[in-house]
C-alpha cells in the first residue's frame, strides 16, 4: 500500500471539491440568503486541507490496484465529508450524521433525504445539493481524471474501481481523453436538457436543479412535491426522455458519434434495458386504469414517468405512488433492484448483469439436459468470460449479503416492514425514495444515527459497486507490501 501516493491522490480530489463549491457561492451570492459564508468557510478548509495532502513527499510511485480502490473508497468518504461543511455552518442542516447523509445521498445520486421542508432553505444551499448528483453522477474520480489526467497516480485503476458495470472499457487508447469524452458528452446532454426545460417554460434556477438530478439521475427537487408540484406535462416529458437517456451505457454514445449507429440498437443490455421500461409502462398503466385511479392518459403518464425514474434510480415523482395497487408497487421495487444500465449514471445491480445472469441460468439448465454439449454465455454476439460471469455472481451474492445484513440493523429502529426493506433496497440501489415511511412523500429522518450510518455505507457502496468499501475492512489491503 501506497500510503504518500494514496493521500496525494485524495488531496487533489478534495481541492477539486472546492472548486466545486464555487458555483454553488455565486449562486448564494445572487440570491443574498445569507448562506455565501458558509460556502466560503467550506471552500478555504476544502483547500487547505486538500494542499496538507497534497504536499505530501512521496518516495514511490508504484500505486497497486488495491490503491486505486483505497483512494476512491476513501475519496467518496472524504467528499461527502467536506461536501456536508456548507449545511452544517448554515444551519439548514444541524446534526452532522444528517448532514453527511444527505451529502453521500447527493454525490452516490441516489437522491434520500432527512429534509421535511426543502422550499424554505437558501438558494445556494439547495443548488449545492443538487450539484452534487451532477458531480458524482459520472463519477467524482473520473471527473478528476478528465480536467486533471496526470495526478500521480495510475488512472486505470481509478477509473476502473469507480466505473459502473462487470468491466472498464477505454473509448480511446489515453484514460484522460476517455474521461474527457465522456465528460463533455454529459455536459452537452444536460444542457440540451436545461435549453427544453426552459421551453417548457420552468424557471432557469428550477430547471438547473432538475437538470442536474436528471443527468446524475440523482432525483433531488428543490420543490416538496418533486417534479409534481409544477403540474408541467411538457417538463415531465423531458424529464422522463433524458432519464432514460442518461441510464443508458455511455459507450454506445460514443459509437454512434464514430457512425457505428447499427451497434447502439443491436447492443443487447439497451434492448434488455428497454424493453423492461416497456412492459413495466404497460403493465402499471393496465393496473392503474382498470382500478380506476387515473384515467388512460394520466395512467400512462404517471407509469411512465415513475417507471423510468425509479429504474435509472433518478427517484422523481409526480404522484404518490405508495398509494398504487401492490401489483404495481412490486414492479417498481422489482426495477430498482435492476437498475440502468452498467457504464451510465444510473444504480442498481446494471441490466447486464441481469441479463448474465438469466444465461448463466439457462445455462445450467441445458447442461443437465445435455451433459456433454459445450455451452457458452453470450452477450452482443461475443462469448463472455468465464471471469466476467464468475465476478457476476459474486457480485450478485454480496449484493445481498449487504442487504440481509444492512436490513437486520436497521429493523433495529422497529419501523414496519415495507419501510425497512424498501429503504434498504433504495439506498443500495441509489434509488431514493421507497414505500410507506421512506414513500415519495416521506423521508429518512426518523430513522436512528446507527440507520443513517448504515445507509450512508449503502450508499457508497452501492454507488462503487460494493467491492472498494470492502477493501477498505480487509487487513491484507493495508499491508504495506503487495502480494
Given at each position: 500500500m501506497n500510503f504518500r501516493m494514496i493521500a496525494k491522490s485524495l488531496g487533489v480530489v478534495v481541492c477539486i471539491e472546492a472548486l466545486c463549491m464555487i458555483p454553488s457561492l455565486v449562486v448564494s451570492l445572487i440570491y443574498g440568503q445569507g448562506d455565501a459564508l458558509a460556502f466560503l468557510y467550506s471552500i478555504l478548509i476544502s483547500i487547505a486541507a486538500g494542499l496538507l495532502m497534497y504536499l505530501v513527499k512521496i518516495k514511490s510511485k508504484n500505486f497497486y490496484a488495491r490503491d486505486g480502490f483505497v483512494v476512491v473508497a476513501l475519496g467518496w468518504i472524504l467528499l461527502s465529508f467536506f461536501g456536508s461543511l456548507p449545511f452544517l455552518f448554515n444551519g439548514a442542516i444541524s446534526h452532522p450524521i444528517d448532514a453527511f447523509f444527505e451529502t453521500v445521498s447527493g454525490f452516490t445520486t441516489t437522491g434520500s433525504t432527512i429534509l421535511r421542508e426543502i422550499e424554505s432553505l437558501p438558494k445556494g444551499i439547495l443548488f449545492w445539493r443538487s450539484f452534487t448528483h451532477w458531480i458524482g453522477g459520472m463519477g467524482v474520480l473520473v471527473f478528476t481524471l478528465a480536467i486533471l489526467p496526470s495526478v500521480g497516480a495510475s488512472s486505470f485503476h481509478i477509473m476502473k474501481a469507480e466505473a459502473t458495470g462487470p468491466s472498464t472499457e477505454k473509448l480511446?487508447?489515453?484514460?484522460g481523453q476517455t474521461a474527457k469524452i465522456l465528460y463533455t458528452i454529459y455536459t452537452v446532454m444536460t444542457a440540451i436538457q436545461v435549453i427544453l426545460?426552459?421551453?417548457?417554460?420552468?424557471?432557469?434556477?428550477d430547471s438547473l436543479i432538475h437538470a442536474f438530478g436528471s443527468a446524475g439521475t440523482g432525483g433531488f427537487s428543490n420543490r416538496n412535491l418533486s417534479v409534481g408540484a409544477y403540474g408541467n406535462v411538457a417538463a415531465e416529458a423531458i424529464i422522463t426522455v433524458f432519464c432514460?437517456?442518461?441510464?443508458v451505457n455511455f459507450s454506445l454514445y460514443f459509437q454512434i458519434?464514430?457512425?457505428?449507429?447499427?451497434?447502439?440498437?443491436?447492443?443487447?443490455e439497451l434492448r434488455f434495458y428497454a424493453g423492461t421500461v416497456v412492459t413495466a409502462i404497460v403493465f402499471i398503466t393496465i393496473q392503474l386504469f382498470s382500478k380506476g385511479l387515473f384515467s388512460f392518459g394520466e395512467s400512462l403518464r404517471h407509469s411512465s414517468f415513475q417507471v423510468v425514474t425509479l429504474i435509472t434510480t433518478t427517484g422523481y415523482s409526480t404522484t404518490d405512488f405508495n398509494l398504487w395497487p401492490s401489483f404495481s408497487k412490486l414492479i417498481l421495487i422489482t426495477i430498482m433492484f435492476f437498475g440502468a444500465s452498467a457504464g451510465s449514471t444510473g444504480g442498481g445491480l446494471k441490466c447486464i448483469r441481469v441479463?448474465?445472469?438469466l444465461k448463466a441460468a439457462r445455462r445450467e439448465v441445458a447442461r443437465i439436459i445435455h451433459p456433454r454439449a459445450v455451452h457458452t454465455v453470450k452477450s452482443g454476439g461475443k462469448v463472455v468470460d468465464e471471469r466476467i460471469l464468475s465476478e457476476t455472481m459474486a457480485f450478485f451474492f454480496i449484493y445481498l449479503a449487504i442487504f440481509v445484513v444492512s436490513f437486520l440493523i436497521v429493523s433495529l429502529d422497529g419501523k414496519d416492514l415495507t419501510s425497512t426493506v424498501t429503504s434498504?433496497?433504495?439506498?443500495?440501489s441509489n434509488v431514493g425514495p421507497g414505500l410507506e415511511?421512506?414513500?415519495?412523500?416521506?423521508n429518512y429522518s426518523s430513522f436512528s444515527d446507527l440507520s443513517k450510518v448504515v445507509f450512508s455505507?449503502?450508499?457508497i457502496a452501492g454507488r462503487l459497486e460494493l467491492i472498494p468499501m470492502l477493501i477498505l475492512f480487509s487487513p491484507q489491503a493495508w499491508k504495506r507490501v503487495s502480494i
Open positions: 480511446v487508447p489515453k484514460l426545460l426552459l421551453i417548457a417554460k420552468m424557471p432557469l434556477y432514460f437517456l442518461f441510464g458519434l464514430k457512425g457505428n449507429i447499427r451497434n447502439f440498437f443491436k447492443d443487447g441479463v448474465l445472469l434498504v433496497v433504495a439506498t443500495i415511511v421512506v414513500g415519495p412523500m416521506g455505507f449503502c450508499m
